[in-house]
């Protein structure tokens, strides 16, 4: 059951998306639901907190009281539980760059173009719905990269290899490199029931799967994407 | 005399260690195995010098030198290079002992037990110091200004004299055989010689650090001129506007008076929707930098938005927290921005030219966003570009050299990766997708 919440400060605005909403999950017998529709940001946050369900947000930018959406959002992340966030925003309230990155938002909804709101909020509750699927059917991994956690496809992760800096390391996905706070012996942990990943070298754990030559005699492997990392003598037996 | 050369030598030796330090910036990871060679191969050496005429010792050293890098480095130029920064080094404790000795009225040798412990003494507290002074300037100043070519030039050059000297000054070519007679001429050569390389290399350090600090002021300089520019910019647009209101508001009247909608609904979506919008993205451009406390952070994100926008760029800043400081210096985060920012324009120009030649909708508008935020214990910044995916390894576009655009460039994100190598705080992350580039540029707070 996916829990829907509703921050917004405009009354009719919120009455009419969480009617859309009800209607929509009813028609198309989605699992999910509203649980709480309010103009108050703690209200919500209140009522998240009690529960346990994976939750879906939208909330408003600007909530008038208090804190705002952002901060709201912020607040929620901090649970580190499974939840979506959608903000509705106008046009100049739009930053979605700090939306996605500072606190994941899953998406946003210009406000201005009233034509395609619920197309749109439509759209958000299957793709929340989708990834949640994914999320619990153990397919990703998370990271806790300063301060927040990344979740990650395994299949797409290369290699993580260590820094000249203690405590930081580097991830290599294939499209994305990502530098991180944590300890290598953490990562062989979180890795440990996955047989793809070996820690074929003091200072790298790699995904077998990506392997695309092996070079014995210079005990080194070469990786998608051109990444080479040397391999140990246990290393070699692993890789083998 | 002998305390003065003693003094020379280690600022002599000081100014080795730094400059060899942050030339052989190498990808040395495996530590253990590192050291456990070092040891192996010093042991064999010892071993081999009690059996050595003493001539060879000299030859023999470089050998050892030379090996032992070769096997820790694997590349014969770094091998080479690591090689004649060492010998100095060495050769600096020796002369160091062997003056101390002097000085306490000992037997000059180093291969007494006294002379010996010295000797260990010496490296220890030398190491140690260099340690110590590179920590306390590291915070202080730009440690890249060592990485500098005449400083290696100098210094390659300092080695290989002194090396020679050794070799071919005292009678039998042992060097502590000179210092116990005051009066060789040798002496003073090599007095002169340590007391002259240590104030060259202090006045060229000295000369840098002060045109590495004049470029930078005058690069914040040009960076407030632009900041200056664009707020003067907006204010003449925004009084365009306020004069402009007066005669969209007659417009107006006119068309309700004559009860034509048509020609309202037409005045209204065509022109006043092209002004709102222009309105919006004029002032935001100016109104979000504000939060931006530190004016050259400020400053140079407005500079290169700026040279962005001139270039037929789409310019879109992200600021609405107020950020005060940063847990590195202003000066690192302004030329980190501005690297990554250049970087983003090169990439985004691409886009640009593209557009121009084809016309396929497929290709999104150039554009460059940039955002600012604060996290519970660090800032983040964002830059996000247009850019043409090319076959370009991602694993490859920090490597030194290494650009899709030929010889001499990529030299920036090298740069990048060296600090965000070096400073501890400081995570690169790089995301791409195939219409945009983006990086993520976190600055954990001091704590």
């Known amino acids: 059951m996916l829990d829907i919440y509703i921050c917004e400060d405009d009354v009719k605005q919120r009455e009419s998306t969480a009617a859309f909403i009800r209607n929509y999950c009813a028609v198309q017998g989605m699992d999910a639901g509203i649980a709480l529709a309010s103009a108050d940001p703690y209200e919500i946050f209140d009522a998240y907190e009690k529960t346990r369900n994976p939750a879906l947000f939208f909330l408003d930018i600007d909530l008038g009281v208090g804190i705002n959406g952002i901060e709201l959002a912020c607040k929620i992340r901090e649970q580190g539980r499974i939840a979506f966030i959608v903000f509705f925003t106008t046009h100049s309230e739009m930053t979605p760059l700090t939306f996605r990155y500072k606190v994941e938002a899953l998406d946003f909804i210009v406000k201005d173009n009233t034509d395609n709101i619920k197309g749109r909020i439509a759209e958000c509750i299957e793709t929340a719905l989708a990834r949640y699927v994914i999320k619990t059917a153990g397919k990703t991994v998370k990271l806790a990269a300063s301060g927040k956690t990344i979740l990650l496809d395994p299949d797409e992760i290369i290699l993580i290899e260590t820094t000249h800096i203690r405590h930081k390391l580097r991830l290599h996905a294939r499209n994305r490199i990502l530098e991180f706070n944590a300890e290598m012996k953490d990562m062989e942990a979180l890795f440990k029931n996955d047989a793809r990943f070996v820690r074929c070298h003091k200072s790298y754990i790699i995904n077998k799967h990506k392997i695309e030559a092996v070079n014995k005699k210079g005990n080194t492997v070469t990786l998608t994407g051109g990444n080479e990392c040397p391999l140990s003598r246990k290393g070699k037996r692993l890789i083998a | ?447």
């Open chain 2, 1 to 447: 005399m002998d305390i003065i050369m003693m003094l020379a030598v280690m600022g002599f030796f000081l100014f080795m260690a730094l400059c060899s330090e942050s030339m052989l910036l190498l990808s040395v990871k495996n530590k253990k195995r590192e050291f456990v060679v070092s040891i192996i191969i010093g042991f064999i050496y010892g071993v081999c010098t009690q059996f050595m005429p003493v001539e060879m010792i000299g030859y023999a050293t470089v050998g050892m030198f030379l090996l032992l890098n070769i096997i820790i480095y694997k590349k014969i130029k770094v091998a080479l290079l690591s090689t004649v920064y060492a010998l100095p080094l060495l050769f600096a404790f020796f002369t160091l002992t062997v003056l101390q000795l002097k000085v306490l009225g000992r037997e000059p040798s180093i291969y007494d037990s006294f002379g010996a412990v010295l000797f260990v003494g010496n490296i220890a507290i030398l190491l140690g110091a260099t340690f110590l002074i590179k920590r306390f300037l590291k915070k202080r100043i730009d440690m890249n200004i060592f990485n500098n070519r005449i400083i290696h030039f100098l210094m390659i050059n300092a080695g290989v004299a002194l090396v020679l000297m050794y070799m071919y000054s005292g009678a039998d070519n042992v060097l502590y055989r000179i210092f116990p007679e005051g009066t060789n001429p040798a002496y003073f050569a090599f007095l002169a010689f340590f007391v002259s390389t240590a104030f060259t290399f202090a006045l060229i350090l000295r000369y840098i650090s002060r045109e590495n600090t004049l470029n930078a002021e005058a690069q914040i300089h040009e960076a407030s001129r632009q900041y200056v520019g664009a707020l003067e910019e907006s204010y003449r647009s925004l009084r365009a506007v306020k004069h402009d209101y007066v005669n969209i508001l007659t417009s107006l009247k006119l068309h309700i008076d004559s009860g034509d909608m048509e020609g309202l609904k037409k005045y209204y979506y065509d022109e006043l929707a092209e002004i709102n919008k222009y309105m919006l993205n004029e002032s935001r451009l100016t109104d979000d930098l504000q939060n931006i406390r530190p004016s050259e952070v400020k400053s140079i994100i407005a500079y290169k938005c700026a040279e962005a926008a001139g270039k037929g760029i789409n310019v879109h800043i992200e600021a609405r927290e107020a950020v005060e400081a940063f847990g590195v210096s202003t000066a690192v985060v302004c030329r980190l921005l501005g690297i990554l920012l250049d970087n983003a324009i090169e990439g985004a120009v691409e886009t640009a030219d593209e557009t121009i030649t084809n016309t396929s909708a497929e290709i999104a508008e150039p554009s460059l966003s940039v955002a600012v935020f604060t996290n519970p214990k660090s800032k983040t910044f964002i830059v996000k570009n247009t850019w043409l995916k090319k076959d370009l390894p991602l694993s490859k576009i920090f490597d030194l050299g290494y650009s899709t655009k030929g010889e001499g460039r990529g030299i920036g994100l090298h740069t990048l990766r060296q600090y965000t190598s070096k400073l501890k705080g400081l995570t690169l992350s790089t995301e791409t997708d195939d219409g945009h580039f983006t990086q993520i540029l976190t600055a954990e707070d001091e704590t």
